[in-house]
């Protein structure tokens, strides 16, 4: 069956993203995240829209022992964020013509308003049908039911989708839910157009 339509995950795919400087600027404010991940729902509680940014900082500031201003705990929850190249953006135009294009993402508020501050908030305007994200949808990868809202939401067929993602365990997750896959070993590029052909979907 030929495919219709290409799901994209955004950080280390069409974003540039380093996650250990965010660690890193946390343990130079005085905590270590991976620790309160492990003991914590926080972070996920937060990606999956349970809690607003306001409490997400709070319960930082309340760690850190109120040892950070709000502003250096939101540049440092930020300092991830990399870079948006854009030919990326380019081959997303490029796949438009044939494809339909959707974005999803496990992310927050804070970090979807600095990204749209540094690049414009129109800047997917145009390149996808629909952007699902983990904090408005209420469901995070890899969890079944967040590839599950997808398909549903959008009216499209599993077997006739590809997903793209960095992480080996939202492969996975897409996979269960009958979902084609492509791992993303490294951010889009020409590599994934080849990918693409060996499919036989681009002639």
């Known amino acids: 069956m030929a495919i219709k339509n290409i799901i994209f995950d955004l950080g280390a795919v069409i974003l540039n993203l380093d996650q250990d400087k965010t660690l890193r600027a ?5 905590i270590d995240l991976d620790e309160i991940n492990m003991s914590h729902s926080l972070f996920t509680d937060f990606e999956t829209g349970k809690i607003d940014a ?19 705990i939101v540049l440092a929850w930020n ?14 135009k490029s796949l438009k013509n044939k494809y339909k294009l959707y974005l999803l993402s496990n992310t927050n508020t804070i970090h979807m308003e600095a990204i749209y501050q540094e690049h414009g908030q129109n800047i997917f305007e145009g390149l996808f049908e629909k ?5 408005e949808i209420g469901y995070r990868k ?3 039911n ?6 549903q939401d959008a009216n499209i067929v599993g077997s006739e989708t590809i997903f793209i993602d960095d992480n080996k365990g939202n492969i996975r997750g897409a996979e269960e839910a009958g ?6 070993k490294e951010p889009l590029d020409k590599w994934f157009l080849i990918e693409l052909k060996k499919t036989d979907v681009l002639k």
């Open 54 to 72: 306001n409490y997400f900082i709070h319960s930082l500031h309340s760690f850190l022992k109120g040892n950070a201003s709000k502003e250096q």
């Open 142 to 144: 890899p969890n079944k």
């Open 179 to 184: 979902i084609n896959t492509i791992w993303a």
């Open 26 to 30: 946390f343990k130079r404010l005085g």
């Open 146 to 151: 967040c590839y599950q809202f997808v398909l």
């Open 131 to 135: 952007i699902y994200l983990s904090h």
């Open 79 to 92: 300092a991830m964020l990399l870079d948006l190249p854009e030919h990326r953006l380019s081959i997303l």
